[in-house]
Each structure stands twice: as C-alpha cells, then as structure tokens.
C-alpha cells in the first residue's frame, strides 16, 4: 500500500524524523486557512500517489493565505500522470541549501534491507544511478543482526557528507529510517530530497512510503490511511471478501486455483487470441464460499463478456468447486457464458455434479487449451 506524502511524513514524525508542519487541504478555502494557521511563506503540495509532482506543476510556494488560495485553486484538479488532484498538503516553506538523497528498500537479490544515500538528491534517483553511479552510496543490513551506528557513518561518509554537524544529523535519521521501515513493515522509505537548511538543518522534505499490504493486519493505524476512494473499486471489493484479484483489460475473467495456474492461464488465452479480464486466484482454498465471492467481483466488471474456471484439484477438491459455482448461480443470475475445466482431485465427481444440475450456460471442457478456446469464442 502507498502513502501519500503526508500520510509517510506522520509516520516521520512519529519516528522522529525532522519534518515540517503542514495541514491537510481539500479545497482552496481549506489551503488559505492552513496558510493562516502555519504563518509566513509556505508550500502548497499536490497529495497523489505518484512522483515527480514539481516539474509537472503540482507543488509551488505562496507567500500569503491569498496566494496559497490561488495556488490551491491552480493544483486541485489538476491531472498528474493520470492521478487528478484533489487533496492538498500545505507545509511551512523551506529555505533549501542542498538536496540529498535517502533511501531503504528491500534487496531481493541479497535477501537484504538495502540504504541508498547520494548528495545529490532532488532529482530522479535512476537518472544519479544511471549518470553518477559512483555518487550514490548502497549499504545492506543484515536483518538480523539489525542496524548498527557504524552503518550510518558509513554512508555518510562514503557519499562524502563532511560538516560535521550534518553528519550527525543524516546518522540519526538513518537510524530513525530504519526503525520506521521495520516498525512499520514497509518494503521502500524514501526521502527525496533530504534537504539542509541555510541554518544547517536537516530534514525531510518529501516522502514516499511504500507498506507491505499482508502485514497490514498489524498496523491498523496504518491500514485505515488507505484512500478507499483512489483504489479500483472492484479491488477495493476483492480486498475487503479477501480475493486476489488484478484488473486486465480484456473480456475474458478468469478464475484458477493458485497463482501458476492461474498466469498459466492468461497466457493460454492470449494464445488462442483471446484477451483476459483478470487475474483471480482462488488459492488453495477453493470452497462454496471463497467461489461465490470471486464470482461476485468478476461478474461486477462489465468489460467480462465469459467466465473460464481452470481449476486443477490438488488440496483443493473438484466437487467442492462444483458445488461452489452452483451455490453462486443460486445466490445470484450469472448470465455470463461459465467455461469450467475441472482436472485433479474429484475431478469426476465434479463434472457430475455440474452436468446434474443441468444449467445452460455452464459449458464443461476437459483441458485447459478447450477450455480458453471455448471461452475466448463465447466471450465474442
Ligand atoms: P516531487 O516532485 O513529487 O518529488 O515532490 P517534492 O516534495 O520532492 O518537491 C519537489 C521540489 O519542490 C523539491 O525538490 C524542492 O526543490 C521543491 N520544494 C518542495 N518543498 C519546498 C519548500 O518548502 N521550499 C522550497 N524552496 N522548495 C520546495
Ligand atoms: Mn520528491
């Protein structure tokens, strides 16, 4: 799950990170109120979930709760990178004498939390690595050995940071970030830029704050920052009744049992020319339940013209499914062509049960490749 920048910069400040007092603002009346409050010279932030917000017009400074209106007025609508705008943050200005960066995310390569930090920050962090690669510092931890204060100094120093006051600064916010990140079970922190003051202060200026969706459970501060709003609905439906589920584009929706099969799946659609609505996994499960709340969310999508269930019974049992999908045509009309591929554990039982019921737009197949052809030409 993705924080906006002033949701990351609250979880900042309670790990005590410098950051600057803002408020939130959804209209332009909101914004020159904010300005009020926080006095002086501020900064009128567009709050979406995608960077580079500066160059495409989405954050400028205002010198008084007149202009911060104006600016408010000028950024909430406004389309950044298909994200329109409609929240603001309203932050007391900066004065900025550097821009730094830093970093931590996870290796997956090294099994390992991974620090990146550069004195050149500010900028697109791809375009330092790509240009001055020898500018940015990278430091694994060893998750179980935890951080250690020399592992800041040695990032400080090998991006070559020599006032020693920073050094101080930058070491205990490195500690600090490595507290959020694991408190939080975040997969990425990242403050770009980390700026230094013309007093000498560092803080954060932006930050981008990524938290692991399957720990959520944990942090339910957290997971009631997520903005229902932003998110596809029918995900939004798929997350609360607890089934994987990734929008395509295409027309036809797909229902497997594990991940495998189920991006088996989509490519044997493509194969035969045809175009998949979704991925959806049951997992291991595949019981009544779990068969009639997937049904539910894909038949929600109007772009699903046919449905094909490719299930391979290995835990899962084939006339366990069977009885799922007849349990969901009697809980709700399904009018969509239903393509079912039963193979595996109970297999038989299965296509007995759905050949009894005798419904008209269950159409069984024996293999998978039938059963995409059938489904790609009813879903025509
Ligand atoms: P991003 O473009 O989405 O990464 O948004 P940032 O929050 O990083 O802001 C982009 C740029 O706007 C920063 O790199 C700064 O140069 C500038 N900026 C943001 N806040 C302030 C501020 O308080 N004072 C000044 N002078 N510039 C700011
Ligand atoms: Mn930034």
Not at 112 to 140: C, N, S, W, Y
Not at 163 to 182: H, R, T, W
Not at 198 to 220: C, I, M, Q, R, W
């Amino acid at each position: 799950m993705d924080l906006y920048e002033y949701q990351g910069k609250q979880l900042f400040a309670l790990h005590g990170i410098p950051v600057s007092e803002g408020r939130f603002a959804a209209s332009p009346e909101a914004a020159r109120a904010a300005a009020e409050e926080l006095g002086g010279e501020v900064v009128v932030k567009a709050q979406v979930l995608t960077g580079g917000r500066g160059k495409a017009g989405g954050i400028k400074l205002a010198a008084t709760p007149d202009e911060t209106e104006a600016r408010a007025r000028e950024i909430l609508g406004l389309d950044i990178r298909g994200h329109v705008v409609s929240k603001l943050w309203i932050e007391r200005a900066s004065e900025i004498a550097k821009e730094y960066y830093l970093s931590i995310t996870f290796d997956r390569g090294e099994k390992k939390p991974l620090f990146m930090f550069t004195t050149q920050g500010g900028i697109d962090i791809e375009e330092v690595a790509e240009q001055t690669p020898e500018a940015l510092v990278r430091l694994h931890v060893d998750p179980l050995e935890g951080f250690q204060p020399w592992q800041a100094r040695r990032l400080v120093y090998g991006a070559g940071v020599a006032d020693p006051s920073e050094q101080k600064q930058i070491a205990a916010i490195v500690a600090k970030l490595y507290d959020a990140f694991v408190g939080t079970d975040a997969m990425l922190c990242e403050i770009n830029p980390l700026i230094v003051t013309p007093e000498g202060e560092v803080k954060a200026l932006d930050s981008k704050f990524t938290v692991d969706d399957n720990a959520l459970y944990k942090h339910p501060e957290i997971a009631e920052m997520r903005d229902v709003a932003a998110a596809d609905p029918l995900e939004a439906l798929a997350r609360e009744k607890g089934v994987t589920y990734v929008k395509l584009d295409g027309d036809v929706g797909i229902l497997g049992n594990g991940a495998g099969l189920v991006m088996s799946t989509l490519d044997v659609i493509a194969l035969v020319g045809g175009k998949p609505a979704n991925f959806c996994d049951l997992g291991g499960g595949g019981d009544a339940e779990g068969v009639v709340d997937a049904l539910e969310v894909i038949t929600r999508d109007e772009q699903v013209k046919a449905i094909f269930f490719n299930i391979f019974g290995g835990i899962t049992r084939c006339d366990e499914v069977a009885r799922g999908i007849l349990t969901a045509l009697e809980r709700m009309p399904i009018a969509h062509p239903i393509v079912v591929r039963l193979d595996g554990t109970n297999a038989e039982e299965g296509r007995t049960i759905l050949a009894e019921a005798g419904i008209a737009n269950i159409h069984p197949e024996t293999t998978m490749l039938d059963g995409a052809r059938r489904a790609v030409e009813l879903a025509r």
